[in-house]
């Protein structure tokens, strides 16, 4: 079984920055790539960003890139999304997401591929 518990999620300025956390348990953490979504109230939840299992390919929505980066540690079971430059449009819930498949060759956007996900950490950002 694979449980994901989000953290860092908070309050901050524009052009401020945050780092989000993801802790995974289970033992097949190291052979999946991992996401990162958002949802907006009153919008579909949209991919932010993906890494590849051994954290070598990484992949970004446009609205990121540049911005945001994502990493992993696989000694520790935990991805990251660091944020910087920070804007009210970034304001959703997070929710980060364990790849259904093992060493998956090309990373995906799709929620579809993703099988489990965590709960969630608020990000609001204020102009």
């Known amino acids: 079984q694979v449980q994901l518990v989000e953290s860092g999620g908070g309050l901050v300025q524009a052009g401020g920055s945050l780092r989000l956390s993801c802790a995974v348990s289970g033992r097949t953490f190291s052979m999946r790539a991992m996401g990162w979504f958002r949802q907006a109230p009153g919008k579909e939840r949209e991919f932010v960003a993906a890494i590849g299992y051994n954290g070598i390919s990484t992949l970004y929505a446009e609205s990121v890139k540049g911005r945001f980066t994502i990493s992993r540690d696989n000694a520790k079971n935990t991805v990251y999304l660091q944020m910087n430059s920070l804007k009210p449009e970034d304001t959703a819930l997070y929710y980060c997401?364990?790849?259904?498949?093992?060493?998956?060759?090309?990373?995906?956007?799709?929620?579809?591929?993703?099988?489990?996900w965590g709960q969630g950490t608020q990000v609001t950002v204020s102009s």
């Open positions: 997401a364990a790849d259904r498949t093992f060493v998956r060759g090309r990373l995906s956007p799709s929620p579809d591929d993703y099988d489990y």
